[in-house]
């Protein structure tokens, strides 16, 4: 029933894809994304910064309620992470200390909270990822309703159940499950690019003709007056 159900995730990615992106920035993924997906500058990482990566598990619920979120923790599996869409609500935390152990504690790949979390100071101190919107005292209510394993959408950023999400100190990213390897292969191209223009920049070969070229296509005179 709409409102009320906790669905089975029918796929998800596989480890090898969680590994192999966790090589790499996450700008470097937005970029070859064509900048087109984004979970928002709102969602910050909370913890203390540690690399996230996971298979998505999703879970809708009203704004200031985490009776499914508690339930979610429950159904995923070693490594997910659990992707809450609360509506960005930010008068009432859905997460804190005691949720983000028990995650941790199930061997989970991290929280991402479309809405407030509370206890920040020990959630910082951790290496367990947990994003949120903000953070405030005041404590959630469970009594749902509330939908998991349903395709669910932060800042218009897609994303459904078995989905890649990864996250650094940058925010966080979903990259679909049937993309993966696709992007995959990109961001590994865009990652090795940047890399040989440091060594460039340190040898002081850094070649920044392009700038005054595409002034020119642009209709500027790149010379200065």
Request: aromatic share 4%.
């Amino acid at each position: 029933m709409i409102g009320f159900q906790v669905r089975k995730r029918q796929r998800k990615v596989s480890d090898k894809f969680v590994a192999a992106f966790a090589e790499i920035p996450v700008a470097n993924v937005s970029d070859c994304m064509w900048r087109m997906t984004a979970g928002g500058p709102r969602l910050r990482p909370m913890h203390d910064g540690s690399r996230m990566g996971g298979a998505a598990i999703t879970v809708k619920t009203r704004p200031g309620d985490n009776l499914m979120i508690h339930k979610a923790l429950d159904v995923a599996e070693p490594g997910d992470v659990v992707v809450v869409d609360g509506g960005g609500d930010l008068t009432t935390a859905l997460i804190g200390e005691l949720m983000s152990t028990y995650a941790m504690s199930r061997k989970l790949g991290g929280l991402v909270i479309n809405g407030a979390i509370r206890d920040v100071d020990i959630i910082r101190a951790a290496s367990f990822p947990v994003y949120a919107a903000g953070v405030t005292h005041r404590g959630p209510y469970k009594d749902g309703p509330g939908e998991i394993n349903v395709p669910i959408a932060i800042d218009g950023m897609v994303i459904e159940p078995g989905d890649l999400i990864i996250g650094d100190a940058d925010g966080f990213l979903c990259v679909p499950f049937a993309e993966c390897e696709t992007v995959l292969a990109a961001s590994q191209k865009k990652l090795a690019a940047e890399q040989q223009t440091l060594k460039n920049i340190a040898a002081g070969t850094h070649d920044t003709s392009w700038v005054d070229e595409r002034l020119k296509q642009l209709g500027c005179d790149p010379a200065a007056r």
